[in-house]
């Protein structure tokens, strides 16, 4: 029988090593607009997201939004949206990510806090499910389809 891998990698997927933070987070590298950087991988996560810090990093035309972000114990954050951006992890390519920027700043300090490093973002589901993105927890990989 083939390992899994074996067989998503038969099927046209890419894989990206997941690395498992102090804080039981996957964080994994990625780039936006040919600028890379770290971000937590999060499944629950409805849309992906970037600090506001990362608006010059990583050129993003950042627009007003009428929504408000909740999440990892904080509600009605201020957001922007970024639209028509490139993101790559791995091998895997996307050229119309849209973006949700708000404050991390509460999401870096529990981090650091507990010795992981700060990211730049969330790679979130709707990420994943453009991707068809499968994650292996054992072996801490996520499997994109290319």
């Known amino acids: 029988m083939a390992s899994l891998q074996d067989f998503l990698l038969e099927k046209g ?3 990206v090593k997941l690395h498992l933070t102090k804080t039981n987070h996957f964080e994994i590298k990625a780039s936006i607009n040919g600028k890379k950087g770290l971000f937590i991988l999060d499944t629950g996560a409805s849309n ?3 600090g506001f810090e990362g608006i010059e990093t990583f050129q993003l035309d950042a627009e007003i939004s009428e929504i408000k972000a909740a999440g990892a114990g904080a509600i009605d954050m201020e957001t922007k949206m970024s639209k028509k951006n490139k993101i790559k992890i791995g091998k895997w390519k996307h050229n119309k990510a849209i973006l949700v920027l708000f404050n991390l700043t509460h999401v870096n300090t529990a981090l650091t806090n507990h010795n992981s490093k700060p ?3 969330i790679i979130g589901a709707d990420i994943l499910k453009k991707a068809k993105g499968i994650i292996d927890y054992q072996k801490k990989y996520l499997y994109l389809k290319l």
Do not use: I, P, Q, R
Request: glycine share 12%; hydrophobic share 20%.
């Open 48 to 50: 992906s997201c970037v």
């Open 13 to 15: 997927y890419t894989k």
């Open 119 to 121: 990211v730049d973002g």
